[in-house]
């Protein structure tokens, strides 16, 4: 099969964790919607285009930073002298509260990315869209800019891999996944559940997501096998495609 094969960097990044409030913590690695919405944004996309990717990285350190943040009810009125701005809604005005916050941001990412769309015909205006974003690449926030060093096309197929084989990089490997080895490998790493696809209620307008893949963030040290059944890309790398 055809995939597209993306090396990137970013100075810091947050690729924020949903159930995180007090201090926004952030996924090790971006999350699989993360990873399409970019590409969505480069290639200029209005409407989902059905695809899987394989995530790999690693990053150098972490560190707490201040932001602002604005706490918005609709519900409550605005007061002066309780809230610090105010927004106009229906025949009044809705209170706003600014405060300051913490995030925690990634350092110095390496990231390496597969790419490989469900209707493969599609792939060469992917490739065309990363080359020549009509948006610039961004992973986590807005300001968390993606420097794309290498985007190419490459073979992935299935292959035998060497005795003691140990990851290149940190990874999402899916739970699913891991039990279509033969062989037995050792595991490490923390489990999540992540976000990947979703469609649009006609309704509402609203972002309905699908049932999250649960993927195990395995450290590149941890995972040793040899196993016939796992998908390589033509540079020798594993990809773990969700």
Request: net charge negative.
């Amino acid at each position: 099969m055809k995939a597209i094969r993306i090396e990137a960097w970013q100075t810091m990044a947050s690729y924020r964790m949903p159930v995180s409030f007090i201090i926004k913590e952030s996924y090790p690695l971006p999350p699989y919607s993360t990873v399409i919405g970019m590409i969505h944004a480069a290639c200029g996309y209005q409407n989902y285009v059905p695809m899987q990717v394989s995530v790999q990285g690693r990053g150098h350190s972490s560190v707490s930073e201040m932001y602002t943040k604005y706490d918005f009810n609709p519900g409550i009125s605005y007061e002066e002298g309780r809230h610090q701005l105010k927004i106009p809604c229906g025949d009044g005005y809705r209170g706003v509260t600014r405060g300051a916050g913490r995030i925690e941001l990634i350092v110095d990412i390496e990231l390496l990315l597969h790419v490989r769309t469900e209707d493969e015909s599609k792939l060469d205006e992917v490739l065309n869209g990363l080359r020549y974003p009509v948006n610039y690449p961004s992973l986590g926030r807005w300001e968390d800019l993606l420097r794309l060093d290498t985007v190419e096309m490459v073979d992935v197929k299935k292959e035998t891999l060497p005795e003691n084989f140990i990851l290149p990089y940190d990874a999402y490997v899916p739970i699913e996944m891991e039990k279509q080895y033969k062989n037995e490998a050792v595991w490490h790493g923390t489990v999540y559940a992540l976000n990947k696809d979703y469609s649009i209620d006609q309704q509402t307008g609203f972002r309905r997501w699908s049932p999250r893949v649960r993927a195990r963030c395995a450290s590149k040290k941890s995972f040793v096998t040899e196993d016939e059944n796992l998908l390589m890309d033509s540079k020798g790398t594993p990809v773990f495609f969700a």
